[in-house]
Structures are given as structure tokens and as C-alpha cells.
């Protein structure tokens, strides 16, 4: 999959995404990643990309004709261009899985107070990382790299993807442990010491299902508001 980012910030991009399983992913050809500087995009001494609101009010907003320019420039028939925006749909497991299936993202990042309206026409789709208000889009496009790289075919290992399953049955982990048996007098749960296969799987599922009981009721409600959905229609 090839990844192309618009940003006014290409050096927030340098870190994050030189580590670990994503660098790997990039070394082995699976991720190409291409930052690019929004300011090439403009033709004045100053590089200006923003502009004071029609109508009045605080702050600056990103002007149209850069990123359309951008846009035709980095956008192929093939592209799926995405908006990084606190008013896109929100950014799940789910929408990470859908974009993972394209062959060419352009994520989009703004800054300021916001795009002007025009752009939106521009996007195939408008996402958001969450109900919390950052700077500018480049965190959120870095996490929804991250999270639509893991799924690469490649990327993890074995063991890795069938753990990925298991999230996808809406359910938090169990809980984990390994060596030592015993620290600071806190103990290492007797079942799992055990050797019983059946019985450890039994426990791990009470406790997978009693922690989302209690930390997140909202993705059992989910589940269950999915399988009436399906109900419905068989
Ligand atoms: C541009 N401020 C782009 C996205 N989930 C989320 N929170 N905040 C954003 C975001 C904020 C922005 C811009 C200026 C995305």
C-alpha cells in the first residue's frame, strides 16, 4: 500500500513511524510512505495556505486552492483521499480494516481552525480519532497509519493476526502474566499455572467478558445491537 500525507507539519511525521513494526513494514516494501510538505502547493513569496473566515470570527482557515492543487497532483483514479477532521466519522477497527483494502491513501491534514467548506468536495471520506480537540490532523493520520499498516498482509506475525481476531469479537483482553510465578506477593492466577487448557480458555473468556462488562458496557451493547441487526435480516 502506498501512503501519501498532505501536512503543513512533515516533521511531526519523522519518529513515530521510523520504529518498530511500521519501519519494518516500510523496509520490506509493504508501506511506502510519502510526507508532503503543503507549502510547495503555494506560489507566493510568503507560502501562504491560510486566510481569514468570510463572515468574521477567530482564527485562520485553510485555503482551497493549495490543497486542490496538491490533491490533483497526488490523486489517481485509485486514491482514496481522507480528511483528518474532529467532524469525521469516527475512526474504529472497523474503518482501519475498510482503508487497509486500498491499494493508495492521501490522508489530508489540516490545521487552524479549520478547511475552507470547498475542500470537503475533494474527500472521499472524513475521519476523526476521537471527541477531543488537537492543533492540527497530523497525530491523528499517524495513528490511523499505524492502525491500517498492522493490517498489511505481512506486517505481523502469526501470532499477532489471530490475536487481532480476537479483538474483532468486540471483546478488552483477558488479563496476562508472565514470569515470575510470584512478585511483590502478588500472585500469578492459580488456573493459569495449571496446564488445563479447557479450564484456562474458560477463564480467560469470563474475565475478556467481565472486564468489558465493567470498563466498556458500550462495545456489549454494541455486539448485541449487531447480532439483532442480523437477526433482522435472516
Ligand atoms: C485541523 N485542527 C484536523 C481530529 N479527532 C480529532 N481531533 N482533532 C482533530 C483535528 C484537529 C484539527 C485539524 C485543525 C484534525
Not at 493520520?141 to 487481532?164: F, K, T
Not at 468486540?170 to 511483590?184: D, I, N, S, V, W
Amino acid at each position: 500500500m502506498k501512503v501519501d500525507v498532505l501536512t503543513l507539519f512533515p516533521a511531526m511525521f519523522a519518529g513515530p513511524l521510523d520504529e518498530s513494526i511500521i519501519r519494518r513494514a516500510r523496509e520490506a516494501g509493504r508501506l511506502e510512505l510519502v510526507i508532503n510538505d503543503l507549502r510547495e502547493w503555494t506560489h507566493d513569496r510568503h507560502r501562504t495556505v491560510d486566510d481569514e473566515p468570510y463572515g468574521g470570527g477567530p482564527g485562520m482557515v485553510l485555503k482551497p486552492e493549495p490543497v486542490f492543487e496538491a490533491i490533483e497532483d497526488l490523486a489517481g483514479a485509485e486514491t482514496r483521499v481522507v480528511l483528518m477532521t474532529p467532524q469525521g466519522r469516527p475512526f474504529e477497527q472497523a474503518v482501519a480494516r475498510e482503508l487497509s483494502v486500498h491499494g493508495h491513501l492521501l490522508l489530508v491534514c489540516g490545521s487552524y481552525e479549520g478547511y475552507d467548506e470547498r475542500i470537503r468536495s475533494l474527500a472521499h471520506d472524513e475521519l476523526s480519532i476521537g471527541d477531543y480537540v488537537l492543533t492540527n490532523g497530523a497525530l491523528p493520520a499517524m495513528v490511523v497509519i499505524d492502525a491500517v499498516a498492522r493490517l498489511l498482509p505481512g506486517v505481523l506475525g502469526d501470532d499477532a493476526s489471530s490475536a487481532e481476531e480476537s479483538f474483532s469479537e468486540g471483546l478488552l483482553e483477558y488479563p496476562q502474566y508472565t514470569r515470575p510465578a510470584e512478585f511483590k506477593g502478588m500472585k500469578v492466577p492459580k488456573v493459569l499455572l495449571s496446564g488445563n487448557h479447557a479450564e484456562i480458555a474458560k477463564w480467560r473468556r469470563e474475565q475478556a467478558a467481565q472486564r468489558t462488562a465493567e470498563r466498556r458496557p458500550d462495545l456489549l451493547k454494541d455486539k448485541n445491537e449487531d447480532s439483532e441487526e442480523k437477526k433482522d435480516d435472516s
